[in-house]
C-alpha cells in the first residue's frame, strides 16, 4: 500500500533562508492539502489542489509560501525568507472525488528554523 | 466561522468504552463527519466517517443524531495503544480543532 509520502521528514534552516518540501499523494487521488501543525494545536489548513489547479488558499499562507502541483501529480511547497514562527509540522494529505472523501496524510516535515 | 467543539482530554482504563462527542455549530446539509486519530508525530489517520444514524466499522462506531450538531465517536475496549488525539472534521470547513487527548492507563 503505497501511501502520502513527504520529503525530507525533517528540516533545519537558517533564519532567511528558503526550503522546499514535497509531497507525492496516493497516485489515484485528484485532491490535494496542505497543512501546519503546530505542538498542541489541530493541523491548520494552507491550500488544497483539484488536479493542477490550487483552489483554495488561506489567509496563513502569506506571500513567502508558495505551492505548485504540476501535472495534478505530487506537489511542492516553498517557503521563503524563513522566520522562526515558520517551526512546525507540515503535513500534506490527498484524498479522491469532490472533497466528501477522507483525507490521507503523509507523516509531515518538520521543519525547525534556527 | 465554522467550528467544531470537543473536550480537551479524557482518560480511560484498558478494557473500557470510550465515547468522545464533537459538537458542530454550522455543519452544511451535505457535510460527512470524519474523524481521525493522531500519534506523536505522525500525520492524522482515518478512523470513520458518517453523515447520519450510526455507522460502524471495524475499529470504531459513529454516532449521529437526527439533528446532525454532533457527533459521537465510540471506541470500544480500548488498549494502551488508543493513546493518541482525536479530531472530528467536517468536509466543508477543513478545519481542525484542537482535539481531544485520549490517555488510556493500564
Known amino acids: 500500500d503505497t501511501g502520502v509520502s513527504q520529503d525530507p521528514r525533517h528540516k533545519i534552516t537558517k533564519r532567511g533562508q528558503n526550503v522546499t518540501f514535497r509531497c507525492d499523494p496516493i497516485s489515484e487521488h485528484n485532491r490535494l492539502y496542505w497543512y501546519r501543525q503546530t505542538l498542541g494545536q489541530g493541523p491548520e489548513f494552507l491550500t488544497y489542489f483539484q488536479n493542477e489547479a490550487q483552489l483554495e488558499k488561506s489567509r496563513l499562507l502569506s506571500d513567502r509560501f508558495s505551492a505548485e502541483r504540476p501535472k495534478g501529480s505530487f506537489s511542492t511547497l516553498e517557503i521563503q525568507r524563513t522566520e522562526q514562527g515558520d517551526s512546525a509540522m507540515y503535513l500534506c494529505?490527498?484524498?479522491?472525488?469532490?472533497?466528501?472523501?477522507?483525507?490521507?496524510f503523509g507523516d509531515g516535515t518538520r521543519l525547525s528554523i534556527l | 466561522l465554522a467550528k467544531t467543539t470537543q473536550p480537551i482530554s479524557m482518560d480511560s482504563y484498558e478494557g473500557q468504552e470510550v465515547n468522545i462527542t464533537c459538537s458542530h455549530n454550522n455543519i452544511a446539509t451535505n457535510d460527512y463527519i470524519t474523524w481521525y486519530q493522531q500519534f506523536p508525530s505522525q500525520g492524522p489517520r482515518f478512523i470513520i466517517q458518517g453523515y447520519k444514524t450510526k455507522v460502524t466499522n471495524e475499529v470504531a462506531s459513529l454516532f449521529i443524531p437526527a439533528d446532525r450538531k454532533s457527533s459521537t465517536l465510540s471506541l470500544p475496549r480500548v488498549s494502551l495503544s488508543d493513546t493518541a488525539v482525536y479530531y472530528c472534521l467536517y468536509n466543508s470547513t477543513l478545519t481542525f480543532g484542537k482535539g481531544t487527548m485520549l490517555l488510556v492507563s493500564p
Open positions: 494529505a490527498s484524498s479522491y472525488g469532490g472533497g466528501r472523501e477522507p483525507q490521507h
